[in-house]
């Protein structure tokens, strides 16, 4: 998702420079390859350091510890955006981490609805945003009286050829439950369930289009819906 971000940045014209953090050198040198990043850093604060925009492409659950190592090279003018699938515990992360230190408002969660079941930076894409939703969940008081950075985000998003919808945390975790998190949570169990069985691998070549159709998703990084899971688990 961050590199398919990149990508679209650099298309559009919107850039000049994008650099890049991740805990995989390997990775970093492929986005580096790839032209997916102009230069590479050796830690997140040193990608944040004078940047203008900032997205975390990280599971839900390093979203705090992310922010926490960023936080020295914000500045109310940076606008720090999220990519996760849930939004109620990011919003409590972002009050109790930015919030004593009024960056609050810097931070506009958002979650791009195109994800695929593959990942990793060889899988960017730079029309990955084109013509897909993605939701802002700006905090009740931004809803009100919409920010400055809600207000970039929104004309950032719709640059890339994304349909902007915003709605509350609370609106989002329940509507995603429903229509995402759910049926990812019934894929992988269909899958386990089969492949667990002793004669389960002999069945796996007999499934057709509907079965690949149900269990495509299956295939998703199991690390990151891990944590999507745990944190909507009330929702799901």
Known sequence: MGGSFALALKRAGL????????????????ALSMGVIDGIVTSAAAA???????L?????????????????????????MDVGSTKQDVSKVVSRVLGQYNLAECFVPAHPICGREVSGVQSSLADLFEGKKVILTPSPQEH????????????LWQSIG???VTMSPQKHDATFAAVSHLPHFVAFAT????????????YLPFGGTGFRDFTRIAASDPVMW?????????EV
Do not use: Y
């Open 15 to 30: 850039v000049t420079k994008i650099v890049g953090f991740d805990a995989s050198a390997a990775s970093l040198d492929l």
């Open 48 to 54: 944040a350091q004078g940047s203008d925009v900032i």
């Open 56 to 80: 975390l492409a990280v599971p839900v659950s390093a979203t705090e510890m992310t922010l926490l190592a960023i936080l020295p090279a914000l500045s109310p003018e940076t606008l720090v």
């Open 144 to 155: 009100a009286s919409p920010t400055a950075q809600l207000a970039r985000a929104h004309e």
């Open 162 to 164: 994304c349909e902007v």
């Open 191 to 202: 899958m386990l369930s089969l492949t667990e069985q002793p004669q389960g691998q002999n």
């Open 226 to 234: 891990r944590d999507v899971l745990f944190s909507n688990k009330q």
